[in-house]
C-alpha cells in the first residue's frame, strides 16, 4: 500500500529543474508532499485533493492525476537550499490515514 | 514552529528492556501520531490518535503500545525492545483529518539504539 516513488534520488546542479514521481495502485483522494532536510524533521510543502488541481509553493508546484492514481511534484530552477529528502503520503479517502512512499533523495550542487 | 517536544532525544537501551517515549504538544491539535523512520522505508506509522483515549494501529504496530491520557501527550511503548526496533521515531500531530486541515507537523525526533 505505500506509494511508489521515484527517481530514488537525482542529483542537480543550481539552476536546473527536476520531476519527482509518486504513484499508487489505489485510488486516491489526496496526496501530500513533505521535504526533510538531513538530521531534521519532515515539513509540509503541500496538498493536492482529488480533482486534479495543480499547486504552487514558491518554485515548487505540483500536479495530481487522479485517474493514473500518480502525483507529480516540479522543482524549478533548484536552489542549494532545495537538497533533502521529497516524501508523497497517499489518502485513499478524507479521513483515512497518510501512508509514505520511501521518499527521493535530491541533492543540488553548485 | 508549531510546539511539539519529544523526549528523550537520544537513547541507547538493551535488548528485552522496556522504552518509553513521549510526545508533548502545545497546540491543542486533536490527531497525534507515531513513525519510525528507516532508510528505504521512508516514514511509517506506527500508532495514530485522534483523541483522548482514542488510538488506533497503524502499518507497523507489532511490538509497540501506545496511550493518551491528555489531549497533549502521547506516549510510544516498547515492551521489550529489540535490536530491530532501532530507528528514528517522529511524533507528529495534525488539526483535523478533513480537507485542507490535515497538514501534519512533526517533532525533531528521537534517535533509539537497541543493542
Known amino acids: 500500500q505505500q506509494p511508489v516513488q521515484s527517481p530514488q534520488a537525482v542529483i542537480l546542479r543550481e539552476g536546473e529543474d527536476a520531476v519527482i514521481n509518486c504513484s499508487s495502485s489505489?485510488?486516491?483522494?489526496?496526496v501530500h508532499w513533505y521535504r526533510q532536510k538531513h538530521g531534521e524533521a519532515p515539513v509540509f510543502l503541500m496538498i493536492?485533493?482529488?480533482?486534479?488541481e495543480q499547486k504552487g509553493h514558491e518554485k515548487i508546484s505540483a500536479s495530481f492525476n487522479e485517474k493514473k492514481q500518480q502525483s507529480s511534484l516540479y522543482l524549478t530552477a533548484s536552489q542549494l537550499s532545495y537538497s533533502g529528502t521529497y516524501f508523497c503520503?497517499?489518502?485513499?479517502?478524507?479521513?483515512?490515514?497518510?501512508?509514505f512512499g520511501p521518499g527521493t533523495s535530491l541533492s543540488v550542487i553548485p | 514552529d508549531a510546539g511539539i517536544t519529544q523526549s528523550p532525544r537520544h537513547k541507547v537501551t538493551e535488548t528485552g528492556t522496556p522504552v518509553t517515549l513521549r510526545c508533548h504538544q502545545t497546540?491543542?491539535?486533536?490527531?497525534m501520531y507515531w513513525y519510525r523512520q528507516d532508510p528505504g522505508h521512508g516514514l511509517r506509522l506506527i500508532h495514530y490518535?485522534?483523541?483522548?483515549?482514542?488510538?488506533d494501529k497503524g502499518e507497523v504496530s507489532d511490538g509497540y503500545s501506545v496511550s493518551r491520557s491528555k489531549t497533549e501527550d502521547f506516549l510510544l511503548t516498547l515492551e521489550s525492545a529489540t535490536s530491530s526496533q532501532t530507528s528514528v521515531y517522529f511524533c507528529?500531530?495534525?488539526?483535523?483529518?478533513?480537507?485542507?486541515?490535515?497538514?501534519?507537523?512533526f517533532g525533531p525526533g528521537t534517535r533509539l539504539t537497541v543493542l
Open positions: 507528529a500531530i495534525s488539526e483535523s483529518r478533513g480537507e485542507q486541515y490535515n497538514e501534519q507537523f
Open positions: 497546540e491543542n491539535h486533536r490527531y
Open positions: 490518535s485522534y483523541g483522548v483515549k482514542d488510538t
Open positions: 489505489k485510488a486516491l483522494y489526496s
Open positions: 493536492l485533493l482529488k480533482g486534479g
Open positions: 503520503g497517499t489518502a485513499k479517502t478524507s479521513y483515512d490515514k497518510v501512508i
